[in-house]
T-cell receptor, first 112, second 114 residues
């Protein structure tokens, strides 16, 4: 069965720091990848997704993620974080023959 | 559109009681998903429907859990009898057909079983 690993469970950064959250998936074939965000007290919403084409995907609020097939990775990045980026971030993968799988999430805390 | 609507937002019950969680998907969305979120296991897909038909219920933990979608605008997740280990936040999400599309999540129901 496929799996999604988010190695950083809790990340604390200062404002303006650069961010990279790790995500590794296990499926070796064609896969669709997602990053969702859950702001405090709110529901999950999509940040960005990769289906095919350019491996560098741009999302909302200045986030981007890079699909590296050889590393089975889809890391989320942002050059300069803001206090409002404090949230929990979920990576997810899906392929045609299975159901969508979410990682356990990374809690990001930005210090003002 | 009001988004995905879930009720109740909070539920506290005693072990052995029946619990029913409700979800109204976004109008026009043909796929509906039920998730459970816990600290230990993260976000788990329990079941999903396409056009009101259950497609994959392999994530349903055991027979105490059941889900129905009698029409395109309503779904229920029922736990009978409930146990303390069922305490979690249960999310409903909807999307256009299939899991490859963006899912729109509801606010969740926080269930506490005493």
């Amino acid at each position: 069965a496929q799996s999604v690993s988010q190695h950083n469970h809790h990340v604390i950064l200062s404002e303006a720091a650069s961010l990279e959250l790790g995500c590794n998936y296990s499926y070796g074939g064609t896969v669709n990848l997602f990053w969702y965000v859950q702001y405090p007290g709110q529901h999950l919403q999509l940040l960005l997704k990769y289906f095919s084409g350019d491996p560098l995907v741009k999302g909302i609020k200045g986030f981007e993620a890079e699909f590296i097939k050889s590393k089975f990775s889809f890391n989320l990045r942002k050059p300069s974080v803001q206090w409002s980026d404090t949230a929990e971030y979920f990576c997810a993968s899906w392929h045609r023959d299975d159901k969508i799988i979410f990682g356990k999430g990374t809690r990001l805390h930005i210090l003002p | 559109d009001a988004g995905v609507i879930q009720s109740p937002r909070h539920e506290v019950t005693e072990m052995g009681q029946e619990v029913t969680l409700r979800c109204k998907p976004i109008s026009g969305h043909n796929s509906l998903f039920w998730y459970r979120q816990t600290m230990m296991r993260g976000l788990e897909l329990l079941i999903y429907f396409n056009n009101n038909v259950p497609i994959d219920d392999s994530g349903m933990p055991e027979d105490r859990f059941s889900a129905k979608m009698p029409n395109a605008s309503f779904s229920t997740l029922k736990i009978q009898p409930s146990e303390p280990r069922d305490s979690a936040v249960y999310f409903c999400a909807s999307s256009y057909p299939g899991q490859a599309n963006e899912q729109f999540f509801g606010p969740g129901t926080r269930l506490t079983v005493l």
